[in-house]
């Protein structure tokens, strides 16, 4: 079973930032577009970014501005930068890997996924 492994998360002041990572031991992840998902307390799973296997990049409203994706493929990992957080933003945030053929950060489209690293704004 492959299992993505997401690190970076913690408590955080708003107005913060924090950077995640998502890692893979069994596959490689430049050949995956890769997203970026959450899920709050109460609420339904949000994908809000995703970064295909070229490169191309998409992100959900709420975050547009604040967060960036990117890729480092001698690590195998990918990045999702997170500026200006704010308490809306507390989630358990999670990365999933889909075929180079998403574009876009809809969950059906991911079959490997990691267990989550949570992210708490907050004063």
């Known amino acids: 079973q492959v299992q993505l492994m997401e690190s970076g998360g913690g408590l955080v002041q708003p107005g913060g930032s924090l950077r995640l990572s998502c890692t893979a031991a069994?596959?490689?992840?430049?050949?995956?577009?890769i997203g970026w998902f959450r899920r709050a307390p109460g609420k339904e799973r949000e994908g809000i970014s995703s970064i295909s296997a070229d490169g191309r990049t998409h992100y959900t409203d709420s975050v547009k501005g604040r967060f960036t994706i990117s890729r480092d493929n001698t690590k195998n990992t990918v990045y999702l930068q997170m500026n200006n957080l704010q308490p809306e933003d507390t989630a358990v945030y999670s990365c999933?890997?889909?075929?180079?053929?998403?574009?876009?950060?809809?969950?059906?489209?991911?079959?490997?996924w990691g267990q989550g690293t949570q992210v708490t704004v907050s004063s």
């Open positions: 069994e596959v490689a992840l430049e050949d995956h577009t």
């Open positions: 999933a890997a889909g075929s180079p053929l998403v574009v876009v950060p809809i969950s059906e489209f991911y079959n490997y």
